[in-house]
T-cell receptor, first 115, second 111 residues
Framework: DTGVSQNPRHKITKRGQNVTFRCDPI?????LYWYRQTLGQGPEFLTY????????KSRLLSDRFSAERPKGSFSTLEIQRTEQGDSAMYLC?????????????FGQGTRLTVV | RKEVEQDPGPFNVPEGATVAFNCTYS??????FFWYRQDCRKEPKLLMS???SGNEDGRFTAQLNRASQYISLLIRDSKLSDSATYLC????????????FGGGTRLMVKP
């Protein structure tokens, strides 16, 4: 499967615990995005990387959230001291920043439930 | 005001109908435009890119109006399988090239 892969698909955690999600982008893609989506809303931008550099971070991304892409390939998103309001679908997408379009392709997401 | 706005719907239409969605964007420097489709509890999937000259893919037609800052999606001969949420997406060079999503328009096609 050469698409975007996210793990785990589902995560249930207790409030206050830390969680980490992983995203493996399409191999030739140099851009990687993280989004959060709640029911009935469109995806909200969290952060994005071009290669290993984190170029943009949303104001939504509090200091409890951190993302890395250490070798410009896979990325991790960590949420520390989870709160019930963090319950959402976390989507990763990748694209190739070239001269022809910037279509992004999404993984199946990680659904986080904080209890 | 949201950067990308869509009517959330739902649009309830019978099979075979023609339905159109609009999406407005606020950043005049926006450069790339897309429609994505999202099925319930699934990830968004690219439906089509939107080009300045407009483009068509089978029953789907997308148009861009830069002067009025809106894009549209027309679906002809609606099928039951077209039922989904349609997300308008915009990228802007002066906003870091991130994808900015509208809230989505829900379409329900009924027999």
């Amino acid at each position: 499967d050469t698409g975007v892969s996210q793990n785990p698909r589902h995560k249930i955690t207790k409030r206050g615990q830390n969680v980490t999600f992983r995203c493996d982008p399409i191999s030739e893609h140099n851009r990687l995005y993280w989004y959060r989506q709640t029911l009935g809303q469109g995806p909200e931008f969290l952060t994005y990387f071009q290669n290993e550099a984190q170029l943009e971070k949303s104001r939504l991304l509090s200091d409890r959230f951190s993302a890395e892409r250490p070798k410009g390939s896979f990325s991790t998103l960590e949420i520390q001291r989870t709160e019930q309001g963090d319950s959402a679908m976390y989507l990763c997408a990748s694209s190739f920043a070239g001269t022809v379009g910037t279509e992004a392709f999404f993984g199946q997401g990680t659904r986080l439930t904080v209890v | 005001r949201k950067e990308v706005e869509q009517d959330p719907g739902p649009f309830n239409v019978p099979e075979g109908a023609t339905v159109a969605f609009n999406c407005t964007y606020s950043n005049s420097a926006s450069q790339s435009f897309f429609w994505y489709r999202q099925d319930c509890r699934k990830e968004p999937k690219l439906l089509m890119s939107v080009y300045s000259s407009g483009n068509e893919d089978g029953r789907f037609t997308a148009q861009l109006n830069r002067a009025s800052q809106y894009i549209s999606l027309l679906i002809r001969d609606s099928k039951l399988s077209d039922s989904a949420t349609y997300l308008c997406v915009v990228t802007s060079h002066n906003a870091g090239n991130m994808l900015t999503f509208g809230g989505g328009t829900r379409l329900m096609v009924k027999p």
